[in-house]
């Protein structure tokens, strides 16, 4: 995932590498000549360059918490959701992968409306404007929902969760701890179906399949 590209002072810089194709679609907030002024706390953020690798959240452990203050001008906390599950979604408004992964996540939580389950989003793009324009349109402002904004990375939460690329996936449990990390919806419904004892129809064959089988048994 990651490869050295120079050296300052003794020192491997890291150019972390795209998990998807948003990671380097857009400049970072600082030129690559700028990285002998770095630290080790540098954000993660779109390619920028930086020294070190922040470490993953481990499965099991508390989720780590930040704060972030939402479109009513309220501090909102991970640790302040009271929920059976919060899910925490990161994403990036120009990120095309976040755009097409953000309706297939509101779709599969209207199955889970009536348990206590609530969705924490932050995304880490740009302006404030288009950011509620896209809330909006994409649904992610609905009554279980917590969006938030940081493109400053102000929160702290790429060091946290070792935000590399987007869009991002978490599950916590009531008490915070970590389920699942960097999951699709498709997992998601998995581990939530799982958790909460829901079972569901097995979906029917497809005429394909059957003829598949039919063509190996031949």
């Given at each position: 995932?990651?490869?050295?590209?120079?050296?300052?002072?003794?020192?491997?810089?890291?150019?972390?590498?795209?998990?998807?194709?948003?990671?380097?679609?857009?400049?970072?907030?600082?030129?690559?000549?700028?990285?002998?002024?770095?630290?080790?706390?540098?954000?993660?953020?779109?390619?920028?360059?930086?020294?070190?690798?922040?470490?993953?959240?481990?499965?099991?452990?508390?989720?780590?918490?930040?704060s972030i203050i939402d479109m009513d001008g309220v501090p909102q906390s991970v640790h302040g959701i009271e929920?059976?599950?919060?899910?925490?979604?990161?994403?990036?408004?120009?990120?095309?992968?976040?755009?097409?992964?953000?309706?297939?996540?509101?779709?599969?939580?209207?199955?889970?409306?009536?348990?206590?389950?609530?969705?924490?989003?932050?995304?880490?793009?740009?302006?404030?404007?288009?950011?509620?324009?896209?809330?909006?349109?994409?649904?992610?402002?609905?009554?279980?929902?917590?969006?938030?904004?940081?493109?400053?990375?102000?929160?702290?939460?790429?060091?946290?969760?070792?935000?590399?690329?987007?869009?991002?996936?978490?599950?916590?449990?009531?008490?915070?701890?970590?389920?699942?990390?960097?999951?699709?919806?498709?997992?998601?419904?998995?581990?939530?179906?799982?958790?909460?004892?829901?079972?569901?129809?097995?979906?029917?064959?497809?005429?394909?399949?059957?003829?598949?089988?039919?063509?190996?048994?031949?």
């Amino acid at each position: 995932m990651f490869r050295p590209i120079t050296t300052i002072v003794g020192v491997s810089l890291l150019l972390f590498g795209a998990i998807t194709s948003c990671a380097q679609s857009h400049p970072g907030p600082q030129e690559p000549e700028a990285a002998s002024s770095l630290n080790a706390q540098a954000p993660f953020h779109k390619g920028i360059i930086t020294l070190e690798r922040p470490p993953d959240p481990k499965l099991g452990e508390l989720a780590p918490d930040f704060s972030i203050i939402d479109m009513d001008g309220v501090p909102q906390s991970v640790h302040g959701i009271e929920a059976t599950y919060t899910l925490l979604y990161f994403w990036d408004y120009e990120c095309k992968r976040s755009m097409s992964f953000a309706p297939l996540l509101t779709a599969a939580l209207e199955d889970y409306k009536a348990y206590d389950i609530k969705l924490m989003s932050v995304n880490i793009n740009g302006d404030e404007t288009v950011w509620k324009e896209r809330v909006k349109a994409l649904k992610l402002d609905q009554d279980y929902m917590v969006p938030l904004h940081d493109p400053y990375l102000k929160s702290g939460f790429a060091q946290l969760y070792a935000i590399l690329s987007t869009p991002r996936l978490f599950i916590l449990d009531k008490d915070k701890k970590l389920v699942a990390r960097w999951i699709s919806v498709e997992m998601m419904r998995e581990i939530l179906d799982h958790e909460l004892g829901i079972e569901r129809p097995a979906e029917p064959e497809s005429e394909n399949a059957s003829e598949e089988v039919k063509s190996a048994g031949q």
